[in-house]
């Protein structure tokens, strides 16, 4: 089963929140702008894949869109200016790697797996519900 924990979003996210309440002083910045591309990315690719498939998807796509929003948006504009030194850099890169380790170990995943993950997280959304789909992330989200 995929958590929430093996997606870098949140990872960021989390690195986010730390940053604000000044407990990291480096700012995940690298990240989010890499991050917010792929998501949106993503969810164009799923809007075109699965455009008037399923009626129930549009609710979908609106909750998804939320947890963008939260997730992957907002805190863009709370990390203006960006701090885009070479330090933070490579303190982004370093959290990277450790987030592929991470993958790797827990779930013996390469990058393109990774990719996989997020995009069949996408694309797995032909014959569900929007209740099934509510489900499924309320178990995403639980430890």
């Known amino acids: 089963m995929i958590y929430w924990y093996h997606y870098y979003s949140y990872w960021i996210f989390i690195w986010f929140i730390l940053y604000k309440i000044k407990i990291i002083k480096y ?7 890499l991050a917010s591309l792929f998501v949106t990315m993503c969810m164009l690719l799923s809007v075109i894949k699965h455009k008037n498939n399923n009626p129930e998807i ?3 796509y609106l909750v998804k869109s939320v947890i963008s929003l939260i997730t992957d948006y907002i805190p863009i504009y709370f990390l203006l ?5 070479t330090t933070t850099f490579y303190i982004n890169l370093v959290v990277f790697i450790i987030y592929l380790l991470f993958m790797k170990l827990s779930l013996n995943y390469n990058i393109y797996d990774i990719i996989n993950m997020y995009i069949s997280r996408i694309y797995d959304l032909k014959n569900i519900t929007f209740k099934e789909w509510l489900r499924e992330l309320s178990n995403f989200f639980l430890l």
């Open 81 to 85: 200016p960006f701090k885009l030194d």
């Open 58 to 60: 549009y609710k979908i």
């Open 27 to 33: 700012q995940p910045s690298f990240n989010y702008i």
